[in-house]
C-alpha cells in the first residue's frame, strides 16, 4: 500500500507542484536585501567599532594612564606606556591598540575612568597587512576628533540606557 501511495505521488508530482507554489509566494513578496553600500541599514547607538581617544575641552587627551583598560581587556590587545609630567600629572607616551587582536567587546570603554577610550560605530575600515591594524595613540586621537560628533550624537542616544 505504501508502494502504490509513493508511486502516484511521484506520477502526479505533487512536490513539483508545492514547490513551484512556494516559489511562486515568496517571488512576489517584498525583498529583504539590502544593497549594501548604496543603502546602509540603522545602527545601534551601543554599537562597538574602532576604537578613538577623546580629548577634554581644553584640548589635551583625557587619558590618565590608569591601564585599566590594558589590564581589563581579555584579548591582550592595548599596550600603554606611561610617563609623569613635571606638574605632577600621570599621562601616555604610548597607546597602541592591536585591532588584528580586539574582539570589540567593549570592556576596555567601560573601565576608563575618565571616558578616554571610546569605540565608534564605524566599522568599514580595511588594511592590506596586519601592521595596518596597529592604530597607534596618534591616529587613535585623529580619529577621536574627526568623529567628535558622531561619538556624541551615540552617548546622547545611549543616556537613558546607562
Do not use: W
Not at 68 to 73: A, G, N, T
Amino acid at each position: 500500500m505504501k508502494t502504490i501511495k509513493h508511486f502516484f505521488k511521484t506520477f502526479s508530482l505533487i512536490e513539483l507542484i508545492q514547490g513551484m507554489a512556494l516559489t511562486l509566494r515568496v517571488m512576489f513578496r517584498r525583498k529583504a536585501t539590502v544593497r549594501y553600500p548604496e543603502e546602509k541599514t540603522p545602527l545601534s547607538p551601543r554599537f562597538r567599532g574602532m576604537h578613538a581617544l577623546m580629548r577634554d575641552e581644553n584640548g589635551e587627551e583625557k587619558c590618565i594612564g590608569c591601564k585599566l583598560c590594558e589590564s581589563v581587556c581579555p584579548a591582550k590587545a592595548i599596550l600603554i606606556e606611561t610617563e609623569e609630567r613635571e606638574d605632577g600629572t600621570r599621562r601616555t607616551t604610548r597607546y597602541d591598540i592591536d585591532q588584528s587582536k580586539c574582539i570589540f567587546c567593549g570592556l576596555c570603554e567601560e573601565a576608563c575612568p575618565v571616558d578616554a577610550i571610546v569605540e565608534i560605530p564605524m566599522f568599514e575600515y580595511s588594511a592590506d597587512g596586519k601592521n595596518d591594524l596597529l592604530f597607534s595613540k596618534e591616529v587613535l586621537l585623529k580619529v577621536g576628533d574627526t568623529y567628535k560628533e558622531e561619538i556624541k550624537e551615540a552617548k546622547d542616544a545611549d543616556e537613558p540606557y546607562r
